[in-house]
Every structure is written in structure tokens, then in C-alpha cells.
């Protein structure tokens, strides 16, 4: 299949780890360029990619099957409304908004002619992808209760939701925070160079979708922690998924546990590369790396995974992740937020993009 054509616009941390990504997969994607607000913005791109100074610019000069709109969601909207007008698929990073009403006007603005899908990636992290895999193959029953502690706000709520195999539903939050202190971790621009104590805001929060419930727990400097395990747990009527284990049954009175087991070449004397094959529960593949055999990060192959997924909505318009879902787990992370704020129970319900 000829490689998807993509360009990037945006010049900060994450523009450039698309770009890695991008660079690091050229069977399957092509650099279209990247698109600077400034010539000097776009400088420190230039030994990687051709940079173009404003969309303008770039579709003067080349026409990409898609663009990555890699920049905060206060600056999304004009250049979002420009390829939508120009005919331009957009993945959309996340969150696509920052409040309810930005996220009601943003589908008002672009009505049903825009090509947009987002950029969520952690339901596409192996691990919890594997997880989410069993869970959705009914081995566990009927999935009734999930417990995520893996990232923040609307992340953390896309995992949720899949967990218990959920769409729109409405229901009820309530929230609670309490303030700790934790030694720093690594960040973006790697490990600390000398220890600092940091205060810690928790977030604990219940969502009750009719029946089905969602937990959440999370503080601010929980990710990259070093001494902070990401937690999920997926709990159904015939078994469970914790810390790596699945405990289900086979029939009432045969239980059964098996462990994930991730499985990489490179180690030992295997020379075929140093990359994730996929991960294995007892005989089966619950997860398989389809960028195999390239160098990737968990998190690169997640993101792999989104720029996948938005090369095939391109040519086919099968939607991965849609703006629509963006929204609703965004909004979901809003409320939860509310509830934390006022100390009591808040509502959620079907909103406009729900259709």
C-alpha cells in the first residue's frame, strides 16, 4: 500500500514526537511537511522535515492525504475550520476543547462536512489494549466495574468507557480531592537531576452510568512516576483483570488465572531487533504490534496506532476515534472535575453530538 502522505502542524513537544513516529515508520507514512506559525518556530524542524510558514503555504505546494493538528485547543479552531474548508482531513489532538460550551460550538462550527478524528492514544497502549481485548471478548461476563489510574481527564475516561463496553449513556458522578506530597519523577525532558518534593492534588471519583460503574483515582504527579504503579482493574461477573492477571471463569466450578506476557525480540542472543511482537495470555495473542519490527516506545505504538487508523478513515472514512467520542470523554472528565469543586453529585447527560 502506498504510504499515507501526512503533515504536521504545530512546532512544540508533541508535533515533534508525531513527527518521530512518522519518520520512524516510512513504509507505511510520508512527511508531508511541517507547518510553523513563524519561520523561527519552525527552525528546529528543519533537518527532519520541509517546514512550511502557514497552511497556506503548505497546500500551495503539496496536497497530504491527511494533516496532524498538533497544537493547543484554544489555537485548533481557525486552522480546523481552514481544512475543513479545504477539504482536508484533520487528526485532532486531545482534549479538542477545554469547556462544554467550546465543545457544543466546535460541533455547531464544523456541521457535517468536516473530516475530523482524534488523536486519543491510551486505549491503544498494548498493555491496555490487551486488556480491553479480553475484557471485549466476553471472558469476563457482562464487565460491570472498571477502576483506572493510568492517566488524566478525558485519557483516562476513553479507557473507562471501553472497559465497560459503554457508548453515550448518561449517569452520575461525585468527586473528591485531597492534597499529598510525592518526590518528582521524570518528565518530558527525562530523569530529575536532583530530588524535589512536589504537592500532589488527588482526584477520586465514582461514575455510576445506571448500574455500571466507573472509578477514578489520579494525581497530578502521578505520571511517568517512577514509585507510582498506572493501575487498571476490569471486573465481570465471571472473572477480573488486575495488576497483569486474569482471573475468570471456565465454568462455575472451574476457575482459572493467567498472566499477560509480553513478548520482545533483542534479548538474550536474539539479534532480530529490539521491539515488541505483541502479548501473550496462556496460548493466545491478546495483543499483536502491527509496526513490528520498528524501535517504538508503548506510547509511540499507541500513537502509531492513531496515525493508522487515521490513514484508513482517509481512504475509507471508517472512523476510529471520532470527535464525538473525544467530546463525550472530555466532557465526562469536566464533570468529574465539577463534582470535585462543588462536593456534590453531578449529572451527566446525552449531549448535541451524540446525534
Known sequence: MTPARVAVVGTG??????????????????VAGVVARSASSGRPFERRATVFVGLESLLSAQRPDFVVLAVAPEL???????????????LLETPPAAALDELLSLHRELGTGAFVQVAEQYHLQPQIAAALAVADSGRLGRVDEARVSLNHGCHAMSVMRRGLGLGFEGGVVTATTYSTSIIAGPGRGGAPTAEQRLGAVTTLAH???DGRHGFYDWSHQQNRSWIREPRLLLRGDRGEISGGMVRHLEEFDAPAEEAFRRVEAGQGTNLEGKYLRGIRLGGEWAYRNAFAPARLLDDEIAVASCLGGMARYARTGEEFYSLAEASQDQYLALCIGEAARSGAPVRFDKQSWVG
Open 76 to 90: 485548533a479552531r481557525e486552522p480546523l475550520l481552514f481544512l475543513r474548508d479545504a477539504g482536508v482531513p484533520v
Open 13 to 30: 513537544w508533541r508535533a515533534g514526537f508525531v513527527l518521530d513516529i512518522l519518520l520512524a515508520l516510512p513504509g507505511r507514512f510520508e
Open 207 to 209: 461514575l455510576d452510568f
